[in-house]
């Protein structure tokens, strides 16, 4: 029996761990400022007697996505995504080797491509992301998220999410929040999978776009995805479509980068209680360490303003128990 | 006793009355097939066990709002909005007095206005909506709206929707649907009153935009409206400001005009359940009668193709018990 009772411990302590991380609301957070800083905010904003009680209609957060929701590391997805696209499609656009950028993309020469700057990501992104409705282009985002590999992780790039921050969203829902992606990312890319992984509807979704033309082809009514740049959702972009998709001013804002500097400052500067957190990637061997000198994810003058801003920087070293999902 | 109890009587049956007004889904509708085709679809949808059960998150229906939710005769309500603005600032435009469109507005020349088109309409708009914040236009229009008085009805404009279709708005929300906006009016102007009246939030709220700037003036994080149109959300447009803000395809539109032609196509050839009705204006003397010859919401092509497509037609005459809400 003693054996017995042993393994009986043993399944209890398990059933109780499993059960204390989906019941604790940041339970992969170690205690300190950060953790502190998002508990103590939404206990303001939610207690009806508080003088910060904020109703839940207003309770609206916004998250960037690459680098504070999943890894941008060592390019974003949606450029690894682009990249994919190009080589897959190069047999039938022999005309792409004339132009020196997609023939980069090509041959895997990162480096013409990263001197193209963000001009040359947009080019590559318009040009590999068009001529399909937006069902189409999600359902080939989607097949690829099924079997792309991360270079490092050797894990799909839905799983190297911030656990984390899941579990951000998830309190901030519970407690009567509504959360929002707002991010430089493509808005249909990051369609296809936001439900399924961060429990975001497509509606709550805020993101970069080409143009979009309804025709009837066919007798068939239909939307075209056309390569055209139709809206930047980044650095002063991001207010503009925070405005343009919610029409109220966030009181919480998540972000990693100078991109999302402008959005924590349009939050953080509403009259009422507001949370600004910057994840800081300070963690080279689970993940990443970088911030000023990176070429994604460039965190620089939002670090220098965090202080006098009161944004909250999450120290990803010490302040995250865990950075991924357990692997299943 | 007898006169006490007779009382008694008529408050309990006021006070059921009231209640039933509550209650009972769809109160102000008359027993007919526009009723019916409502009542049909929300439950075939919403049956658990049935074949065309839908999920709550794919339960999304878009209202036009300009005669499908309130008054659109004699003139768009933000028309009159627009000449009352024109009229109020010309004293600090003297330059305005050169511009044939500006100067007819500022007469109350109708004729020339209605000879601009929809251009001189959008011109107009542009003009008069840009220079200040979304939440200092809001301010403005709010203003606005709690003077301004309908010419024939005499009653503010948010009195002048339409009671039976606050209904079906409250009965597809309490049926699990998220109810949308979805017209070419202004969205920021639909959005200072969108809430209070119908119940539709900021982000449910899809419309013409002109662009929006983020600055920072005098420290101070801004967002300022330029003269200069974003978007118009009519016709084709719906469909792409639809997939733009909502991301999903609806499987409910209620429009009035041929600017919902697009929009009622691409929401009813989607697969599933879906429904299209069409508010016809056939009642000149509770509110107005009106289709293919109307200036404001001209119902032509799209009530040719109502019986091919299954469109329903709302008869507001025989299908309304009442048009407006009871004055207060």
Same mark, same amino acid.
């Given at each position: 029996m003693r054996r017995f009772s042993h393994v009986l411990f043993i399944a209890g302590a398990l059933v109780f761990s499993a059960v204390s991380a989906i019941c604790a609301p940041l339970a992969s957070w170690n205690d300190g400022p950060a953790k502190q800083a998002i508990e103590t905010f939404v206990k303001k904003v939610t207690d009806p007697d508080g003088k910060d009680f904020v109703s839940p209609e207003q309770r609206i957060a916004v998250f960037d996505n690459d680098g504070t929701?999943?890894?941008?590391?060592?390019? #974003?997805?949606?450029?690894?995504?682009?990249?994919?696209?190009?080589?897959?499609?190069?047999?039938?656009?022999?005309?792409?080797?004339e132009n020196p950028l997609l023939k980069a993309a090509i041959e895997g020469d990162m480096k013409t491509l990263a001197a193209s700057g963000d001009k040359g990501l947009l080019e590559l992104v318009t040009v590999t992301h068009a001529g399909m409705s937006p069902a189409a282009f999600q359902q080939i985002v989607t097949d690829w998220l099924a079997s792309a590999e991360h270079?490092?992780?050797?894990?799909? #790039?839905?799983?190297?999410?911030?656990?984390?921050?899941?579990?951000?969203l998830a309190y901030l829902r519970e407690n009567g929040f509504t959360t929002y992606v707002v991010s430089g990312g493509g808005i249909e890319f990051m369609r296809a999978w936001s439900d399924r992984v961060y429990g975001i509807l497509p509606a709550q979704v805020v993101g970069s776009s080409i143009k979009t033309r309804f025709e009837i082809v066919d007798g068939k009514p239909t939307l075209i995805r056309l390569p055209e740049v139709n809206f930047i959702d980044d650095g002063a972009g991001k207010p503009v479509g925070i405005n343009e998709h919610i029409g109220q001013?966030?009181?919480?804002?998540?972000?990693?980068? /100078?991109? /999302?500097?402008?959005?924590?400052?349009?939050?953080?500067?509403?009259?009422?209680p507001r949370l600004g957190m910057i994840v800081h990637h300070t963690d080279a061997e689970r993940e990443y360490a970088y911030d000023r000198n990176s070429h994604f994810g460039r965190l620089d003058k939002a670090m220098d303003l965090a202080p006098a801003e009161g944004w909250v920087l999450i120290d990803m070293k010490n302040d995250w128990k865990d950075v991924f999902p357990a692997a299943k």
């Open positions: 929701l999943w890894v941008e590391q060592p390019m #974003y997805t949606q450029l690894a995504f682009a990249l994919d696209r190009v080589r897959q499609l190069a047999p039938q656009h022999p005309e792409w080797q270079p490092r992780f050797k894990r799909r #790039y839905t799983d190297l999410v911030y656990q984390p921050m899941l579990e951000v001013r966030p009181i919480a804002a998540f972000g990693n980068s /100078d991109g /999302d500097l402008q959005m924590l400052q349009w939050t953080s500067t509403g009259a009422g």
